[in-house]
């Protein structure tokens, strides 16, 4: 059975950090590319960042690059997400998924169709 377990939310003041992790198990994800999406109430669920297979390559949306940073230990079969000098407009549950669709360097999506598995999310509030 495949599971992903986010955890690391909380409540913060603006400007705070927080640093996410989704441990994945049931499955070795150290071949596929992994990422982060968010939804806030009454919102879609938007991209975050993406990260490929072997953890050097990567991509951000325009809200958040520059404050945030997706990395990955394989080993762990863990993705961590550090999110810097966080804004209200952050507020939102945060999603990890998996897409298991290709282990290419180069293949790291941002779309949520994509993605095969996702975890339950871990809310994130920041207040102001």
């Known amino acids: 059975q495949v599971q992903l377990v986010e955890s690391g939310g909380g409540l913060v003041q603006a400007g705070d950090s927080l640093r996410l992790t989704c441990a994945a198990s049931?499955?070795?994800?150290?071949?596929?590319?992994m990422a982060w999406f968010r939804q806030a109430p009454g919102k879609e669920r938007d991209f975050v960042a993406a990260i490929n297979w072997s953890g050097d390559r990567f991509y951000y949306s325009n809200s958040v690059e520059g404050r945030f940073t997706i990395s990955r230990d394989n080993a762990k079969n863990t993705v961590y997400l550090q999110m810097n000098s966080l804004e209200p407009e952050d507020t939102a549950l945060y999603y990890c998924?998996?897409?298991?669709?290709?282990?290419?360097?180069?293949?790291?999506?941002?779309?949520?169709?994509?993605?095969?598995?996702w975890g339950q999310g871990t809310q994130v509030t920041v207040a102001s």
């Open positions: 049931g499955r070795t994800f150290s071949s596929y590319s």
């Open positions: 998924a998996v897409s298991a669709r290709s282990s290419g360097r180069y293949y790291y999506p941002q779309t949520v169709g994509y993605y095969d598995f």
